[in-house]
């Protein structure tokens, strides 16, 4: 595997990788090491000397993006490999290579030392010893104009500061250009902070076709553009842009003051004079990473499971003395734990705020979510993205409103309408016929409907439009291009996002920009004139999907630049649905969750993508895996005309960083590489049944099926180990497989080919969303789509004005015909695809009968096999 910095074009897996990439160099020259020790013979022991020699060199240029292993160990190291000493090279390769995987070197200050070095190097002070549990470690970046021969003497100077009451305990990383700067940036997680000193080059030492790439195609910045004394501001726009979370510290011999002043330096924590007191810096580095490590809600309740409290409110398993002291239950306590039930109450005295309205530790926890998510402001919900979409309906919808809704998005957004009197008027996605499951919605489909609406006179009543994003299915919108021209037809509108699966987006640079709260920044700083448009943003972000939350933890992000007409129906909102007892525990990992993801979240996110990318390529190019199984592409996933870069592939070795960029910055859409969407009708298992074996022989859980595949996701809990064992049990299977067909011959061979053609080809066709009855249409010319369900829906509750008829009744098929039609009464959602293929006062047509028939799922919400199809009778609905 290339280092990340190599000459050569990049693969886009590189874009994700250098971390594991540079673990498995450090691996590999240990094996190289190895076999050099244990050669014999004069010709053998210098081939093997050389292949250790070049793959030393081909370690060094990345390592100087990062602490660890240092200028030290790497000089004892290079002593040892000219010195022919190949026993000692291979003890230090060996010691760095754990060290590095096993992250040993973060707390324990000997993984500094070279212990039998023989050359004397002494030019880093050791860390402080670190006990295991004891202060977090992180890295600082220092960008500097002085030669690197003078940054030993730099770094001995920023350990000194340290102090042992310090909470935190850093390494600096020193580079010397401003292309090196953010290639650190990029490449070292670890980093939590830079400090910029003003005055260095703009182009680095290294050959970086790869960064080139970045800054051009990505950043737009071009250094002949930039003028030699504004190299400081500049790397400050740029690594806020890839990386927000990083604070950022500028020493200048200008005034400070002049600096701040400059629009360009709202991304800086502070500015410091350049001969300014370095313990001062030192502290603010400090109290930066501190201000994102501190959780005011999680940090309140552990103090709060510590005080011997008395209660008499009405929660008697709070403090665990009903469990702890039963001969019946106390098995729960022994399961969970005391500190579960000292961390409970139905009191929000104490601290423990209340999630109703929140003026304490709630709302400094939600204050500091805005701030890491991009948000002016963060609500927590505790029952889930349901919740939190009814929310932003009722709050910013009234009776009569038209909301612009996907048709296959989550059954909150149907219900929300219900409840809110919100008229739905549904777009289609494209669809994915041969996988039975559905994109997204072209940008055409949504602006027809709003030029179709303006002709009909009814764009004033149109409120907001809401879309999915990303899709379960892993299709992501352009959410920029999406708001900017529905913004230039209606300038006033709404946008809700459901970012239910997407929370993590925010924290990859690549994905951020197709983030609602990513676009929406985008916005903010180039609409040229407010007054001609409105932006007003609304995510939803199911937190416990992708970040370490508990279930049911949920935030509803608002970037609305009118919330403040808002705000009161919201806070009526939240009263209507939130529960006057919120579970205090997930309210704290809520807390805890942002604090992980400001602190760490890019280096979980980027290895998620990582490990999403190696098992396509391990499943796609296995030999006998790739008979039965295959992990579908972009180019299967998206239709070509909405990618416009051609981006086909996430696995192909001729796919670059460059086309990775382009199709993430002009696409219409694109899929997230962490949804892999594995086929299994081609082994002859269709959806539901492959997810049973995978639980039941496998214990591997996973969510969603389609007729003839299942997803796979990859999130910040994954680990290499999980891809290892995916592909074990895909090669058991596929084993099995090819034996039954071996050994069954060709009749077992015929079924098989027969099971795989009903799977793969006579596969329903998708039904789309036909029409509301006339009873139920608004638009008096009846040219556009909307429709009163929320009447529909609460005519259904009259059993007078139901009746039913079995799916496979003459009658249905001679009514759609002939009529008089049928109206559904209620929502029918089959498990997959998970979407309602009928909505309560919708014209049901043939295609929709024809799907229904050929489901062969068991969990069809809304429909009860024994009786039928609900339907609105013909004499209630005249």
């Known amino acids: 595997m290339k280092t990340a ?3 050569e074009p990049q693969r886009i897996d590189h874009l994700f990788d250098s971390a594991e990439a540079r673990f498995d160099q450090w691996r590999r020259l240990h094996k190289a090491c190895q076999s050099w020790a244990g050669s014999v013979g004069k010709q053998g022991v210098a081939a093997r000397k050389a292949a250790s020699t070049a793959l030393f060199a081909e370690i060094v240029p990345a390592e100087d993006f990062h602490a660890y292993p240092g200028a030290r160990l790497l000089a004892t190291l290079r002593d040892r490999i000219d010195g022919d000493d190949a026993m000692g090279a291979t003890r230090l390769v060996q010691r760095i290579s754990q060290a590095l995987i096993l992250r040993s070197y973060r707390r324990d200050a000997s993984e500094w030392d070279a212990h039998d070095d023989p050359t004397g190097h002494a030019d880093l002070t050791p860390l402080p010893t670190m006990e295991t549990g004891g202060r977090p470690y992180f890295e600082v970046l220092y960008v500097v104009p002085t030669p690197p021969a003078r940054w030993p003497a730099y770094s001995q100077q920023v350990r000194r500061l340290r102090r042992s009451q310090d909470q935190f305990i850093y390494e600096p990383v020193f580079v010397g250009n401003l292309e090196d700067a953010v290639l650190a940036t990029l490449l070292n997680p670890q980093i939590q902070a830079v400090v910029i000193h003003e005055g260095f080059p703009w182009a680095s030492t290294h050959n970086l076709p790869l960064l080139s790439e970045v800054l051009g195609a990505t950043l737009g910045v071009d250094p002949l553009t930039v003028g030699p004394g504004d190299h400081g501001l500049t790397l400050a726009r740029v690594i806020k ?169 989550h059954k909150s957004h149907h219900y929300g309408c219900v409840l809110a009197g919100a008229q739905p008027y549904y777009v289609e996605a494209f669809p994915l016929t041969a996988y039975s499951m559905y994109g997204s919605v072209p940008l055409r489909t949504i602006k027809k409907a709003l030029l179709d609406l303006k002709a009909a006179g009814r764009l004033d009543k ?69 007054r001609l448009a409105r932006i007003r943003v609304y ?31 919201f806070h009526e909102a939240i009263f209507t649905h939130a529960s006057t007892s919120p579970n205090l525990q997930i ?58 870069s051609g981006l086909a592939s996430y696995t192909d070795p001729d796919v670059t960083w460059a086309k990775a960029l382009e199709a ?84 077992a061979q015929a079924a098989f080919r027969q099971r795989v053609k009903s799977l793969m080809e ?91 028939r050929k489901l062969d799922v068991k969990e069809i919400h809304g429909y009860d096999a024994t009786l039928g199809l609900k339907l609105l009778r013909p004499d209630a609905l005249a």
């Not at 939803?540 to 009118?562: A, E, P």
């Open 5 to 7: 910095i190599g000459t």
């Open 241 to 409: 842009s890839v990386r927000p979370e990083v604070d950022l510290y500028l020493l200048d011999d200008c005034r400070p003051e002049d600096v701040v002043s400059d629009p360009a330096a709202s991304g800086l924590r502070r500015v410091f004079y350049e001969v300014e007191e370095p313990l001062e810096v030192h502290l603010a580095i400090l109290e930066g990473v501190d201000a994102r490590y501190r959780t005011p809600y999680f940090d309140n309740l552990k103090k709060y499971a510590q005080k011997p409290i008395g209660t008499f409110h009405a929660l008697p398993i709070a403090r665990g003395k009903s469990v702890f002291r039963s001969d019946w239950i106390r098995d729960m306590g022994e399961f969970y734990g005391p500190t579960l039930f000292l961390a409970e109450s139905s009191a929000t005295t104490g601290g423990l705020d209340s999630l109703l309205e929140p003026t304490g530790n709630i709302k400094l926890a939600q204050d500091a979510a805005a701030r890491a998510f991009g948000a002016d402001k963060v609500f927590f919900v505790t029952n889930g993205t349901s919740t939190s979409n009814k929310m932003v309906y009722q709050a910013l919808c009234q009776p009569g409103d038209i909301v612009i809704v996907d048709r296959n998005c």
């Open 462 to 530: 149109v409120r907001m439009l809401a879309l999915t994003n990303v899709t379960f299915d892993g299709h992501l919108y352009d959410t920029r291009r999406v708001m900017e021209e529905c913004l230039a037809i209606k300038p006033d509108l709404v946008f809700l996002w459901d970012e239910a699966w997407f929370g993590f987006g925010r924290f990859n640079w690549l994905y951020r920009r197709r983030t609602a709260m990513g676009a929406r920044q985008q916005m903010a700083e180039w609409f040229a004139d407010p």
């Open 539 to 569: 995510q939803t972000n199911s937190t416990h999907k992708s970040m370490s939350s508990l279930r049911q933890g949920s935030m509803v992000l608002v970037g609305d630049q009118d919330f403040h007409h808002h705000e009161a129906p």
């Open 587 to 644: 309210i704290a990992s809520l807390d805890v969750a942002r604090r992980q993801m400001e602190l760490e979240g890019y280096e979980l996110v980027t290895h998620a993508i990582a490990l999403a990318i190696e098992i396509r390529k391990d499943i796609n190019t296995h030999p006998l895996v790739s008979k039965y199984f295959r992990v579908l592409e972009p180019a299967e996933m998206i239709p070509a005309e909405f990618r416009p």
């Open 664 to 747: 993430f910055r002009h696409d219409e859409f694109v899929l997230d590489p962490t949804r892999l969407t594995l086929v299994c009708g081609t082994a002859g298992y269709d959806g539901t049944q492959f997810k049973g074996i995978l639980a039941a022989d496998y214990e591997i859980q996973l969510n969603k099926t389609s007729r003839n595949s299942i997803l796979l996701q990859t999130n910040i809990n994954n680990t290499r180990s999980d891809v290892a064992n995916l592909l074990r049990v895909l090669v058991e299977i596929s084993r099995k497989i090819d034996t039954n067909l071996k050994e069954g011959g060709a009749p």
């Open 762 to 852: 006579d596969v329903p066709g998708l039904p789309n969303f036909s029409r509301f009855h006339d009873r139920f249409r608004s638009d008096p010319s009846g040219t556009t789509l909307e429709g009163d369900m929320r009447s529909a829906f609460y005519m259904a509750y009259r059993e007078e004005c139901c009746e039913h008829l079995e799916l496979h009744d003459p009658e249905v098929d001679r009514r759609i015909a002939t009529g008089p039609p049928l109206v559904s009464a209620n929502f029918v959602i089959p498990y997959p695809p998970g979407f309602p293929i009928m909505v309560p006062g919708q014209v049901i047509e043939a295609d929709t009968i024809e799907f229904m």
